[in-house]
């Protein structure tokens, strides 16, 4: 990386201003999920080579999977942080060059030279193109039409989801695994959706006729109308816009929204300018090789035996061999890909395996808990399968229909896969299909290299790091080679636990997340631990720390809690759930001011105003001139208290006092997750304060103090700490044990899961011996002291960098003919609709919210 921080860039020469070792250079064009991968690959196999990556968007590689994740977050860096697959230190410590916002205008193979839109050119010895693909759309009148989108990329599910919240009716042209997401997104957004299908039934490439025959009335029974056997011939329009559909039989069908799924198109023109094979892809052979000797083409852009997969899977199949021929190495041929499925659509958890019609097999189907399940076999072998409603035995048949199993008795075989476990799977099965990690690498890397966390596991084996899905079969197995102790890592990359990396903070005093990350290096891998990284700077420092908020949560940049619609919800500070008519008052006309589609009373006695648009934070909170409430991020949320002997006649204490003086000493610490508490003024617990993170209880003759309560996913009654004479006594053991929790939990660990781990007899030594106790006053006096020095909302008067309040900008997606941005948006593989993977994509137009104060 360049001093001014900046990823190192191209001189007008066109040779990389970073120094290149001796040997051939290697280029890659297309900054998606192929051209990143490769990239690893080729780092795997050789860590001198020179790789340079030209990524036509002005970002670095990000996940294209979880694209909705990004639709309303903006951040310093750039939008893209959370969803980047590397963070920026990971090019700079392999050495690989990386030029964004450029395209390659022109590729000239007796050159070995890419024209480039600066103006320059870059020389390669040999080059690799992962150029994506574009979505199809049909070409019919009325196309162009204003209300018409493609649903593929991050611009198109913006402008769906918003198009949705105004349109009267939706129609989605697409039957398949892709055109149900996007109903059903459309739904979500309170519009009345029709889907409508060329063939006769829904997801004919992945089901039969007897699942897709279930499918319907579940898709039916969730108000979503489908329309089989339709041709759309004609879009119709009226001043511009579109205003319905009409079929090739003349029946006509109302619209404001079309949503279009049917398939993509390779981008292949980069190619054939420059001469090379192309058919409906560029053309390649097993080793991935095009008619250029050094020229490969892997993922979306290549076609390899007549196949152009639109999935994530054959991606880092691709790379695997893309690599090796890169490097003239030898390895193993490729011979195509497995097509399976496997993902909730419409919450009908669906599996698709291979060839699912065969010439025979065992079928067992339950209409009324629409549940079907099914093994195809062709000439006696395993070929395919699915399993609708039940998902049971998935990875035991993946595997069989992947080694051709031999099958004698096809419903003993069917009921034999619903009861098998990890436990059960051989050696040889595919676990992670996407890497192509089986169960016994995923055992000897536990048993024989040591490694104890299914997280170095995945780093290590790659499993997991692909769509995501056999994640928990990852977990599974780890725990059960490892006899199920697996540590604690802060940054499993490193193998650094939290103590580790504590203790340089504390003897070599950084104070910023980039310093830690320079000297330790955590943090450089994937970046995934920094908001921990971050939280444990900001606590070791007791928050005088240098905040960097690249390495934040939305939440936190923005002090607002995101929703699954891209808006936020503004929850204001209201001590022990007590308020006032002024307050009131101001929220209310807030809330008119700012179109607040919802006012929710919540579980924490709080007011929630939802659905604020991002520019109109800064604003609202202005005109409601309260304190933040902390209901988005990793910090004391509330103290919920009842009435108490103000009110109550059954109150034995002043719960009221003692939960506004709790919020009010606690509030604006960030705590390792979310730290909820209550006070109850008898034992009838009007305040819940015994499943509370923290609860106090008034009893006959003085007070209880409970920790480790919750009332969540997880129930748990909290363990008695102690029981005291006064509410002092009880405020300052609470104080104590909350100071305690901040610097010995977790990221992300509940004080329900950090008070069995630490063990109730040692928090009772560490709060309630004298000496102890002050000691750990003192350190939260000093936290508190910085914390309480700013209310983050005040930032709507300084913000920390001038986009932070903005809307984002939408994310370019290259056109069509303009190469440089391959990753899988779309399932849908060629031409055909819908022959996908549903597991290899998840993007949502409503996808689900971050933690809510409930």
Partial sequence: MSENGHLPRVNGSGRATASSPAGSRIVIVGGGIAGQSVCEQLRERDPEVSVTLVCAEPHLPYDRVHLSDLLSGEEPSGPLGELQLRPEEWYDDNRIEVLLDVRVERIDPLAGELALSSGDTLAYDKLALALGSQPLMPPIPGIDLAGVYAYRGPNDTSAIRAAAAEASYAAVIGGGLLGLEAARGVQAQGCPV?????????????????????????????????????????????????????????????????????????????????????NRGVIVDD???TSEPDVVALGECAEHRGVVYGIVAPIYEHAKVAADTLLERDGDDYRGSLPWAKLKVAEVDLVSIGDVEGDGGATSALADRREYRKIAIRDGRMAG??????????EALLEAVRSGERIDDPLARLA???????EDLPDEAQVCDCNGVCKGDIVRAVTEDGMSSKQEVMRVTRAGTGCGSCKPLVSDIVAIAGGGNEPAYLCPCRKQTREDVAEQIMAKGYEAVSEVSEACGTGRECGLCKPALAYLVSQINDNRHREERSARHINDRVHANIQNDGTFSVVPRMRGGVTNSDQLRRIADAADKYGVRMIKVTGSQRIDLLGVQKEDLPAIWEDIGMPSGHAYGKAIRMVKSCVGTDFCRFGLGDSIKLGVELEGAWEGLHTPAKVKSGVSGCPRNCAEATVKDIGVVAIEGGWQVYVGGAAGGTVRKGDVLTTVETAVEAQRIATAFLQLYREHASFKERTYDFVPRFGLEEIREQVLDEDHQAALIERYRLAKTAAAAGDPWLERRRPYHPRQFASLDPVELPQAGLPGADGPGDPDPGDAPDDGHPADRELELVGPPPEADK
């Fill in 385 to 394: 399968a699915i399993l609708l409603g039940d998902t049971r035995g998935t």
């Fill in 194 to 278: 029709t889907v409508v299908h060329l063939m006769d039934r829904l997801m004919e490439r992945q089901l039969d006729a007897g699942a897709a025959q279930m499918l319907l009335p579940a898709m039916e029974e969730l108000d979503m109308e489908v329309m089989l056997e339709r041709q759309t011939a004609e879009l119709l329009g009226e001043d511009g816009c579109v205003r319905g559909l009409r079929f090739s039989d003349g029946e006509e069908l109302a619209a404001d929204l079309v949503a279009v799924s049917i398939g993509i198109r390779p981008e292949k023109e980069l190619a054939e300018l420059a001469g090379i094979d192309c």
């Fill in 416 to 422: 034999e896969a619903a009861e098998a476990g990890p």
């Fill in 287 to 289: 080793r991935l090789r």
